[in-house]
């Protein structure tokens, strides 16, 4: 009896015959992706005070400034900074989801203090 000779042919990576699913490209995760990344780049705010009797220095605050937070700027959403006695910071939700929660903490990255990024109040975000 002659043996046939049959080259044996590994699988690559030792994936084997089993087809792995890429979970990404599903339509269900692609919606969920879609669903919570922000709707544009973020816009800086446009202060319209220029009485500086009122305290508002809204003109004073850069880019930089902003870029020191380490929270994002999105055009959807909408917060209010509030200090406490402890130089922290606290940080409201949009006014009609958690208005009520308040979490404080810091605000700013290592190395910067709230004095540092001289935050004002900020009306509203174009």
Same mark, same amino acid.
């Given at each position: ?7 044996? &042919? ?9 087809? &792995? ?27 319209? @005070? ?19 937070? @380490? ?15 402890? /130089? ?6 949009? +006014? ?6 308040? /979490? ?11 004095? /540092? &990024?001289? +935050? ?7």
């Amino acid at each position: 009896m002659e043996f046939q000779e049959k080259e044996v &042919i590994l699988a690559p990576n030792r994936r084997g015959c089993k087809k &792995i699913s890429d979970k990404s490209t599903w339509k269900r995760e692609v919606e969920k992706s879609k669903r919570y990344v922000a709707k544009g780049p973020p816009k800086i705010p446009q202060c319209v @005070h220029r009485n500086l009797k009122q305290g508002y220095k809204c003109n004073e605050l850069t880019t930089q400034d902003y870029r020191s937070w @380490h929270f994002k700027f999105n055009a959807s959403k909408r917060f209010f900074l509030r200090k406490d006695k402890n /130089n922290k910071t606290g940080i409201k939700g949009e +006014p009609n989801y958690v208005y009520e929660v308040i /979490n404080y903490g810091n605000v700013c990255k290592r190395g910067k203090s709230y004095e /540092n &990024i001289k +935050p004002t109040l900020i009306l509203e975000f174009l």
